[in-house]
């Protein structure tokens, strides 16, 4: 089984650390740190190479070859799949993109 690998754009790392931070604001550090962590676990379970994603159904993301797929249906994660490296750009609320 191959493995493609990763890039997280800074806007993105910025995106998830900023919801784990509001998390901790509440008093959950536990809830906080989990959640970065099944992030960044889902994001890993995108670079198995038998797998391959279709293009975002918003016709601006689509236009630019940006891929979409829904992380605990409230979040999506936009990104860039290559044949060897999948290149993570946004990360943000599902309620701001067009499905």
Known sequence: MGRKSIAVQENAAVN?????????????LATAGKFSDAVYDFIEALTDTRKSYALCKEQSRAALGYKC???????????????????????????????
């Open 16 to 28: 998830i650390a900023s919801i784990a931070w509001f998390i901790e604001s509440k008093g959950m």
């Open 69 to 99: 797929i829904p992380f605990k249906k409230k979040y999506t994660v936009v990104f860039i799949e290559t044949e060897d490296e999948i290149i993570i750009c946004e990360f943000i609320s599902s309620k701001l993109i067009y499905w």
